[in-house]
């Protein structure tokens, strides 16, 4: 008897402790800054801002599922470097696509920027079974959606 009371306390006390979290007040994510492709957005990471604009994005052309994007990258203070990873392709459907890992050739610039100088390189998507993307994403660390570019 003395657990079956115990247990119906318990259960009392989660059912308030429930019904107070659903009538606190939740802190209001923003919604993230939409930009047109060319439209030039600051953003502060990894102890420095830098200055991005998204100049497109396209399909390589090989029929082989890569989409690439011309990003320029201009550092405004601090360490500005580039956090290549934060950058994701989107879908209408939401289906989101991961930049793909490694250092290109024509790829943007992975270390600290020169202050005041723009710098242009391309990022790339691996979209190879999905759907195409129509914007490119810039995720904070934490997975949040701060800037999206698109047409």
């Known amino acids: 008897m003395a657990f079956s009371h115990i ?15 659903l009538f606190a007040a939740t802190p209001a994510l ?8 060319g439209q030039m957005a600051e953003l502060s990471s990894m102890g ?6 998204v100049i497109d994005l396209l399909p ?12 320029t990258a201009k550092g405004v203070s601090g360490n500005a470097t580039p956090n290549i990873a ?7 459907n939401s289906s989101t696509y991961a930049v793909m890992k490694g250092n290109q ?13 723009p710098v242009t390189g ?15 994403v810039y995720r904070d660390a934490g997975g949040t959606d701060k800037v999206v570019w698109k047409s």
Request: hydrophobic letters at 40%; a negative charge; glycine letters at 10%.
């Open 86 to 92: 934060d950058f994701n392709a989107r879908a209408v």
């Open 105 to 117: 050739t024509d790829g943007l610039p992975e270390g600290p920027l020169p202050l005041g100088s």
């Open 122 to 136: 391309r990022i790339y998507f691996d979209v190879r079974n999905g759907t195409n993307p129509d914007s490119v």
């Open 7 to 21: 247990a119906s306390k318990t259960a009392a006390a989660t059912a308030v402790l429930a019904a107070a979290g």
């Open 60 to 71: 390589s052309g090989h029929n082989d599922g890569i989409w690439y994007s011309d990003v």
């Open 30 to 37: 923003a919604d993230p800054q939409v930009l047109q492709f």
């Open 48 to 53: 420095g801002t830098i200055d991005y604009t």
